[in-house]
């Protein structure tokens, strides 16, 4: 709608202005917008209130008690830890007092305490709750929950909609809490991979609701605007990536290997990034060039038309939008059934009315966009429509396998390459194709740093420590013994080790047989798959020496695991559990509670993906 000037109380110029900025403002700015409006008039209102009956309003707001708020955050990799303390921060310079913690740190007793509550929460997997989250979330689902009918609260998930249980655990707690009788102070925001905007609405949502329940709009009204200036901070982050200079790009694979694993290193130098060994490093990839001109050509466009790529109007022709900034190689639920708006195609309806759910499952496994184009005849849908239904390419995150003691300005990743061939045609991991077949030594990468709390060498350097990461999952325990090599570390270090053949995959071999020699690795025991006739895997190595390996545990060794989470990390959680039921004479149930004390005590950490 547009402002009149024969109906309203501006001048044409006014209108004018107006008229170009409010169909731009989103429903965060909206909210600031009406919140600021209400400061200044409240500021009006305030400079003709008699100086008496001013000094008595002082006096009533100096008395009011701050607001308590709790923030607890499950997060697997990070993000959610890190929008918590952001939020924190814009309660803090709101007036209130913050109570922020891990769910994991949280006293679940304490719940009924609270009156409001504030929670951020990713979901992992197949809709599981993140590591941390675990212990509050069984707590808060089981019989002995309070009734919350005192709390007010809300919820920010976090997810990636290609999973089929989106935002799944955020979902399970939103529910929940209403369920115990709690009342939302605002909707709950699910947010997909590209997650910044609707995190900074949400906060904008909930400062609001606490701030005019509290009569402080002018508190809101800065805080929104706190929260929606986070994503243009100037320092290098996941919202501004570093164009960082490949300086090595090696395959660690031997000749004749079945894999191809590249060990990449990266100057960091002039960035002012910093990282500890545990932390991830996020990379925008681009999508395979032939990929995309197939697509393009699939479609009937012209790879030099100019297209939207973002709400502030960046315009970018066609070719280039579809190399770097959408997502093209991973079919998901949202994604059809927008293109099923935006085409009316019948056939794609069908697909996503209900009784045809595992129809839909089995269609989007291992398919792209364009199997979606081809397959559905989508051809000469104009490309401005057609990418304003695709997601922004997601990151890829990488663990990371250097000490930044041991190099400094420079970040080391290890990265196995992903092809494989699906539904007739060559398919291939977008990043890991990309590192491996299209870079070269002196060419730029956008990366930031993704710092991880939940993956951290102790704080005690006696401490033992066990190390499991088969594969590329070795990664991040180059990074811990070169950070105990310098720092010189004393406690001892046990690392299982596997892959597929000895003589091809034995990934940094020489380094882990020198840190063995000088004593930084104390122990290490290998299994390669493939070199006999029965497979043997990390976890057979660690039931074949468990009573050496619960004496570590017995002596507060942490543990460590890193690695695939589908079917490594589970088996060997297993065989920790049996470790501890054979050694210990635990129960089931005694090993289970043992291992959850393990991971609240940050005794056991998992960098799973």
Not at 103 to 114: E, T
Not at 265 to 293: A, K, T
Not at 548 to 557: F, I, K, P, R
Request: net charge negative; with cysteine; glycine share 8%.
């Amino acid at each position: 709608m547009e402002l009149q000037v024969t109906n309203s109380p501006f001048n044409q110029e006014q209108v004018d202005l107006l008229n170009r900025l409010l169909p731009t403002l989103t429903e965060a700015q909206r909210t600031w917008l009406s919140g600021y409006i209400t400061a200044l008039q409240s500021t009006a209102a305030a400079l003709a209130i008699p100086a008496a009956a001013a000094q008595a309003t002082v006096s009533v707001s100096a008395a009011s008690a701050p607001k308590e708020i709790t923030v607890l955050f499950g997060s697997q990799t990070g993000n959610c830890h890190g929008l918590a303390k952001k939020l924190t921060k814009k309660l803090e310079e709101s007036g209130m007092k913050v109570t922020l913690s891990s769910m994991s740190d949280f006293k679940p007793n304490n719940l009924k305490k609270l009156q409001h509550l504030l929670i951020l929460v990713s979901t992992h997997g197949e809709g599981e709750p993140p590591d941390n989250a675990i212990p509050f979330y069984e707590f808060l689902h089981s019989k002995r929950a309070p009734q919350l009918d005192g709390l007010q609260y809300s919820v920010l998930a976090l997810g990636d909609t290609s999973y089929e249980f989106f935002c799944q655990t955020g979902k399970d707690f939103d529910k929940r809490l209403e369920e115990l009788g709690g009342q939302r102070l605002a909707p709950r925001v699910d947010c997909d991979v590209d997650f910044d905007e609707p995190a900074s609405e949400w906060m904008a949502q909930v400062l609001q609701s606490l701030n005019q329940s509290s009569g402080l709009a002018a508190a809101s009204g800065e805080a929104a605007a706190l929260a929606l200036s986070e994503s243009t901070e100037s320092e290098y982050s996941r919202s501004n990536p570093f164009q960082a200079e490949v300086l090595e790009n090696l395959n660690l694979n031997g000749r004749g290997s079945q894999r191809e694993t590249r060990h990449i290193e990266i100057s960091l130098e002039g960035s002012s990034l910093q990282y500890e060994p545990g932390d991830s490093l996020g990379i925008y990839p681009e999508n395979h060039p032939v990929l995309v001109d197939e697509l393009i050509s699939a479609m009937g466009w012209n790879a030099d038309e100019e297209v939207v790529v973002n709400k502030n109007g960046e315009v970018r022709k066609l070719r280039d939008a579809l190399l770097r900034h959408y997502e093209i190689t991973v079919l998901t639920k949202p994604l059809i059934e927008q293109v099923a708006k935006l085409t009316g195609h019948e056939g794609l309806k069908g697909l996503l009315e209900p009784g045809h759910e595992q129809e839909l499952r089995n269609y989007i496994q291992e398919r792209d966009l364009l199997d979606l184009v081809q397959d559905y005849g989508l051809r000469e849908v104009p490309a401005r429509d057609f990418v304003g239904v695709l997601r922004k390419i997601p990151a890829r995150l990488y663990s990371i396998s250097s000490s930044p003691k041991a190099y400094p300005d420079e970040v080391h990743i290890t990265v196995r390459s992903v092809r494989y061939e699906a539904h007739g045609r060559n398919r291939y991991g977008v990043c890991s194709v990309q590192l491996a077949e299209r870079l070269e030594a002196g060419d730029l990468l956008p990366v930031y740093i993704q710092h991880n709390p939940n993956f951290k060498l102790p704080a005690d350097p006696d401490t033992p420590i066990i190390m499991i990461g088969p594969g590329t999952g070795v990664a991040p325990f180059r990074a811990f013994l070169g950070e105990r090599e310098e720092t010189g570390a004393s406690g001892k270090s046990w690392l299982f080790y596997g892959d597929q053949h000895f003589a091809t995959d034995f990934l940094y071999q020489i380094e882990w047989q020198r840190w063995l020699k000088e004593g930084v690795l104390t122990r290490m025991d290998v299994a390669f798959s493939r070199d006999t006739e029965e497979k043997v895997y990390v976890q057979h190595r660690m039931l074949e020496n468990s009573k050496e390996l619960y004496q570590w545990l017995q002596e507060g060794a942490c543990v460590y695991v890193c690695g695939d989470e589908k079917k490594m990390a589970h088996d060997v959680h297993a065989a920790l559990g049996t470790i501890l039921e054979q050694e210990g004479g635990l129960s089931p149930e005694e090993a289970t509670e043992y291992l959850t004390l393990m991971q609240q005590q940050k005794r056991y950490q998992r960098d799973v993906y």
